[in-house]
């Protein structure tokens, strides 16, 4: 080496600089730092995550360049982002199901409070991160995740396995690809399951980094057996803010419970409802007053006349109440948005038709916060 040439040790060294907020330790002791290669004052390596949804990325590589950049003698670095999604401890039972590295359940107590629209859009907003993501429609009552993404017909077979619909780079599998639209089906707890198994096993998923599963609302032996069935690696649980719902989760966080299957967080969904306004003419400062359901709602005129008030429709602290008494976090709060439901409408969900929008980067959010905690709960 010749003089002045950073030492690898002393990169090292300032790379352990760079804490793992959730991981709790610093990136070199959690072996993420890879391919060092110091060329006189060049220096580059590589940061491999626990996932590409990392919701501190952009810090890590910020961090890196400006630690490593500091050291004496170097001139320039180049950091890349990789990251190797971690596998659940399930995959490692015998009867795993090979290739799918974590199965998550996107659940709720009741019924209509969001479950299947959080499914599809989290799928999404994790597919757009760069990692691998299947949706599995398992609500064998109501399966509607083909409406939402606008598929129709059945699935190809190819041999003995059945290949999943593909599309915004999800593969999709769903209930409602097998049945006739507009007939009810009538499952009985052995059907239910060989139904979920075929799902799991015949299907072609390839190899994935997050398979995530649209359950059916409630907590009965349906979704007891289901969850049993499916080899969780953790589930999430979507809430409305109000107090009913809060009670309906309490069940459905007891029945996870029950089955060992981590609640890595609770999604609490139609939060306040934005409105925005102008009174024209205005001064900015003047006090607006809207009579809300539960009292006055106020706010004050901004530039230009503009103003914007948070209706909560559907309550508010749900969530809140829910993560104290069960310490189990909040992923997000996804507000209550007509985005949402046209997007659910049309086929083209909202993290799809305005990537760039407010509402998908709240699912963004929640994904990178769901994926941490999938790596820190696989690390642990
Ligand atoms: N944040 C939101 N803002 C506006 N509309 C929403 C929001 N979340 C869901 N919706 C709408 O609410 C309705 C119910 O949502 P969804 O079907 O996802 O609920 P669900 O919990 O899956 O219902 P089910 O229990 O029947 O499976 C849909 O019309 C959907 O578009
Ligand atoms: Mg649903």
Request: include cysteine; glycine fraction near 12%; hydrophobic fraction near 45%.
């Given at each position: 080496?010749t ?48 996932t ?66 959080v ?54 599998m ?21 139904a ?13 980094d997050?398979?995530v ?72 400062g ?93 690390m642990?």
């Open positions: 080496m003089t002045g040439t950073p030492e690898q040790a002393a990169i090292l060294d300032a790379l352990k600089g760079i804490q793992d907020p959730d991981l709790g330790k610093d990136i070199v002791t959690l072996g993420f730092v890879k391919n060092l290669v110091i060329d006189g004052g060049n220096v580059r390596f590589v940061i491999e995550l626990t590409p949804a990392c919701p501190v990325k952009e810090e890590f590589k910020n961090q890196a360049r400006e630690l490593v950049g500091a050291v004496p003698g170097v001139t320039s670095v180049e950091v890349e982002m990789a990251s190797n999604v971690v596998a659940s401890n399930p995959l490692l039972a015998k009867d795993a199901v090979p290739g799918l590295k974590n199965i998550l359940a996107v659940s709720s107590g009741k019924g209509g409070v969001g479950k299947s629209t499914a599809v859009n989290l799928a999404l907003a994790l597919s757009q991160t760069g990692a691998t993501v299947g949706l599995l429609d398992a609500d064998v009552y109501g399966p509607n995740v083909p409406l939402m993404l606008g598929l129709s017909g059945q699935p190809q077979v190819q041999g003995q396995r059945i290949l999943p619909f593909e599309v915004h780079g999800l593969k999709v769903s209930m409602g690809f097998m049945v006739k639209e507009d007939q009810p089906v009538i499952w009985r707890g052995p059907m239910l399951h060989g979920i198994r075929q799902f799991l096993f015949d299907v072609e998923w390839g190899e994935l997050y398979l599963v649209d359950l059916p609302p409630g907590t009965g032996d349906a979704q007891l057996s289901l969850a049993q069935q499916s080899q969780l690696m953790g589930a999430i649980v979507v809430t409305t803010p109000q107090d009913v719902s809060v009670l309906d989760v309490k069940k459905a966080i007891n029945m996870f419970r029950q089955v060992n299957v981590p609640v890595l967080g609770i999604v609490e969904n139609m939060a306040g409802l934005t409105l925005t306004g102008n009174v024209h003419g205005a001064a900015a003047t006090r607006v007053e809207m009579f809300g359901p539960d009292g006055p709602i106020t706010t004050e005129i901004g530039d230009g006349g503009r103003f914007e008030v948070v209706l909560d429709v559907f309550g508010k602290g749900g969530g809140d109440k829910i993560a104290e008494q069960f310490e189990i976090p909040i992923l997000g709060r996804i507000p209550l948005d007509p985005s949402v439901r046209s997007g659910g409408d049309t086929g083209k969900p909202v993290t799809v038709a305005a990537p760039d929008g407010p509402i998908a980067a709240c699912f963004r959010s929640v994904a990178g916060q769901l994926a941490a905690r999938v790596s820190t709960v696989n642990s």
